[in-house]
């Protein structure tokens, strides 16, 4: 299989996976226990959060430079900041449909190309990371550690922004194929914020 071909299949894969994931929005409400581990796989128990902690890799990825590293340290320090909120007991209005905004803006921001300015970029990432802490924060079981939750699902979204910088740096690989695939992920991403909006 060729590598052009190997990405498309990864591609479709990835869709026909986002496509059957249906009621496996947001929260699951599975426990597993406390502490880091806890908070280490709740970013990857929705599949809301999974994409949009994907997607911001990956416009990292394509915006190049100081975003590189700008936008997913934005994301993961203000996130860090509204699960602290909610481990407060600071309310948040809105925090589910912030979340569905956050794959339709995202997505749109992939698929079109935008190309908004770096201080730009790490306002809109920096307003919809405190949504999706905030949810973190929300849901701490019982008879855990604080501190290591919220390391834990830190820890876990870096590693999901690294899988979308890996996506940003691989489409191009698919040469003709890279502006094309690269769309059609973001709109695919921005189509499940509007299902996830209207459900």
Do not use: N
Not at 124 to 151: C, D, I, K, R, T
Request: hydrophobic share 60%; aromatic share 8%.
């Amino acid at each position: 299989m060729t590598g052009s071909k190997r990405w498309i299949g990864i591609s479709l894969l990835l869709g026909a996976c986002v496509g059957a994931a249906g009621p496996a929005w947001a929260h699951t409400g599975l426990d597993i226990g406390g502490g880091f581990a806890a908070g280490f796989a709740h970013p990857f128990l929705g599949v809301d959060h999974m994409l949009a902690m994907v997607s911001v890799g990956a416009m990292a990825a394509v915006a190049g430079g100081r975003a590189l590293w700008a936008l997913p340290l934005t994301f993961m320090s203000v996130m860090a900041l509204g699960g602290v909120l909610a481990l407060l007991g600071i309310e948040l209005p809105g925090v589910e449909q912030g979340i569905a905004a956050s794959l339709i803006v995202f997505g749109a921001l992939l698929a079109t190309q935008l190309g908004l300015s770096l201080p730009v970029s790490m306002l809109v990432v920096g307003v919809f990371a405190l949504f999706h802490g905030h949810a973190h924060g929300a849901e701490l079981p019982e008879m855990s550690s604080e501190a290591a939750y919220v390391a834990g699902f830190v820890l876990a979204t870096g590693l999901l922004h690294l899988a979308g910088i890996f996506l940003g740096f691989g489409l191009p690989r698919l040469k003709t194929y890279a502006a094309p695939a690269l769309r059609v992920a973001g709109g695919a991403v921005a189509a499940s914020g509007l299902v996830l909006l209207l459900v």
